[in-house]
């Protein structure tokens, strides 16, 4: 499963304005399926289907409450089953859609909100999601995934939610609660073998993933052992070559201190949750920065 935190930009994910642009985009994919007459998927919610692009972009750019112009205003997020995955929830696109939307509301928006660690539910996260059948630049026979558009601010319209937080449940300071992406992919990666009795690989999992991209040389040297062992006990049950880490031992003790090389060939990191998230808030720091400005000018008045 893979997870990621659409980076903002000044085109469609461009998130301190309207949603509109992305709410646009978001339907493209509905226009070329309709001329075709395949079967297409309207706009979600935690509890509603097929809802009015229109009713999700007044919903989300009315949620603003106490936002700055440059501050975000919602977040993209993309979420992507691998093939394997996809064959676990259905097997038609149908049953996969009606799946990941089940997967969305019971199992990825309440890790979400649990995540600020500021005592919240699902019912408190305001979104609308928008399953897409194919991409553009993939070979794979299976493509559904899955946009969410998530209003920065709660549904109550009083807090702020930022999912780019590098706070982690603080409980002083400026930022109070904060965000845990780790714990949140974990978590609905094992969420998600639950709900639809997936057995995970250990080639497969974020865990995996995560270790050999920013673990230390020792642990990703235990986590390719794990990986050989669990290939011998389980033969039948071998990856693909291209999941395999290619590590030269001899070389990595000459290195010593040195840069580690890692040969990774053909390495799906599709696979992946969310490794390419961004790790820098640069909003909660513009925010301080700007109120900070104002208390220079202005005393105490907001």
Avoid: W
């Avoid at 399926?33 to 706009?43: D, M, Q, V």
């Avoid at 199992?107 to 897409?132: C, M, R, W």
């Avoid at 709660?154 to 702020?160: A, T």
């Amino acid at each position: 499963m893979h997870i990621d935190f659409a980076p903002p930009s000044n085109g469609t994910y461009n998130n301190a304005g309207s949603s509109r642009q992305l709410a646009n985009y978001l339907e493209h994919e509905d226009l070329e399926r309709i001329e075709k007459g395949i079967y297409t998927e309207g706009f979600f919610n935690l509890t509603e289907d097929n809802i009015y692009k229109s009713k999700v972009i007044k919903d989300i750019d009315s949620n603003i409450g106490q936002l700055l112009k440059t501050d975000a205003k919602f977040y993209a997020i993309h979420i992507s089953p691998s093939e394997k995955e996809l064959q676990a929830m259905g097997s038609t696109e149908q049953e996969q859609a009606e799946a990941m939307k089940r997967y969305i509301r019971e199992v990825f928006i309440p890790e979400y909100a649990n995540n600020f660690n500021k005592e919240l539910s699902a019912t408190d996260i305001k979104f609308y999601g928008k399953i897409h059948f194919d991409r553009s630049r993939s070979d794979n026979e299976l493509n559904m995934h899955c946009h969410l558009i998530v209003s920065r601010k709660d549904q109550s319209n009083k807090k702020k939610l930022s999912p780019l937080s590098n706070h982690k449940n603080t409980k002083k300071g400026m930022v109070t609660g904060g965000f845990n992406r780790v714990n949140l992919f974990q978590q609905a990666e094992q969420e998600f073998d639950r709900l639809f009795g997936y057995k995970r690989k250990l080639a497969e999992s974020f865990e995996y993933y995560n270790t050999i991209k920013k673990g230390s040389i020792s642990d990703q040297l235990k986590m390719q052992e794990q990986q050989i062992a669990c290939t011998e006990q389980h033969p039948s049950n071998h990856v693909n070559v291209g999941t395999m880490i290619q590590l030269d031992i001899p070389t990595l003790q000459q290195q010593n201190n040195k840069h580690l090389y890692i040969n990774v060939l053909d390495l799906d990191l599709s696979s992946a949750s969310g490794l390419f998230t961004p790790d820098v808030n640069k909003e909660e720091k513009q925010t301080s920065v700007k109120r900070n400005k104002k208390k220079s000018k202005r005393g105490f008045k907001r």
